[in-house]
């Protein structure tokens, strides 16, 4: 009597979205929500791949493009350009930071064979910033290694630097629910 094994396969789940026409890939773990593109308020004296800010239900939340952190031709924001809002760790806490993207394409479960090594050449994109490749079909996803990419001391002093939300100002009590906001 033969007794069959079943291997288990884990496999994971990734948001895809593109950048510049080209495809990437981000563990949908660390995607908290997508939103629409918003106003992003410019932030002075920041690098120029960090966009500015938004406000997220009350909380100051940093936007970076990574078309320009990764040198990829810029394109002008349209109706499916949107805001992935993603977690990432930055010096043992947790960051909340919105990527912009042309567009979002899809969720794709990946198993680990799906997943190639990146190459040394060919990406424009600094393999440190690179998980890996998966596989769709006949072609690849730049799957990002998102803590790496959005790893920097400008990123923190964006989100820290910002002025306390209403809603923490009310839970400090320095403004009272209906007093208007002094300017």
Same mark, same amino acid.
């Given at each position: 009597?033969?007794?069959?094994?079943?291997?288990?396969?884990?496999?994971?789940?990734?948001?895809?979205?593109?950048?510049?026409?080209?495809?990437?890939?981000?563990?949908?773990?660390?995607?908290?929500?997508?939103?629409?593109?918003?106003?992003?308020?410019?932030?002075?004296?920041?690098?120029?791949?960090?966009? !500015?800010?938004?406000?997220?239900?009350?909380?100051?939340?940093?936007?970076?493009?990574?078309?320009?952190?990764?040198?990829?031709?810029?394109?002008?924001?349209?109706?499916?350009?949107?805001?992935?809002?993603?977690?990432?760790?930055?010096?043992?806490?947790?960051?909340?930071?919105?990527?912009?993207?042309?567009?979002?394409?899809?969720?794709?479960?990946?198993?680990?064979?799906?997943?190639?090594?990146?190459?040394?050449?060919?990406?424009?994109?600094?393999?440190?910033?690179?998980? !890996?490749?998966?596989?769709?079909?006949?072609?690849?996803?730049?799957?990002?290694?998102?803590?790496?990419?959005?790893?920097?001391?400008?990123?923190?002093?964006?989100?820290?630097?910002?002025?306390?939300?209403?809603?923490?100002?009310?839970?400090?009590?320095?403004?009272?629910?209906?007093?208007?906001?002094?300017?």
């Amino acid at each position: 009597m033969e007794i069959k094994v079943k291997e288990e396969v884990i496999q994971q789940q990734y948001l895809t979205f593109f950048l510049a026409d080209e495809e990437y890939a981000i563990n949908i773990q660390r995607v908290k929500e997508i939103t629409e593109y918003t106003t992003v308020t410019k932030v002075p004296k920041v690098l120029e791949w960090i966009r !500015g800010v938004i406000n997220l239900r009350g909380n100051v939340v940093p936007v970076v493009d990574l078309t320009v952190r990764f040198g990829l031709e810029e394109r002008p924001v349209t109706k499916t350009t949107c805001i992935v809002i993603v977690e990432v760790e930055q010096d043992s806490e947790r960051t909340v930071i919105g990527v912009i993207a042309d567009a979002v394409n899809q969720v794709i479960d990946l198993a680990p064979k799906d997943i190639e090594e990146p190459p040394a050449f060919g990406t424009r994109v600094r393999l440190e910033y690179l998980f !890996g490749m998966g596989k769709l079909g006949k072609k690849f996803a730049l799957i990002l290694n998102i803590d790496s990419v959005l790893n920097n001391t400008e990123l923190l002093t964006v989100s820290t630097l910002q002025a306390p939300t209403v809603d923490a100002r009310m839970d400090a009590g320095e403004i009272t629910e209906g007093q208007p906001e002094a300017t």
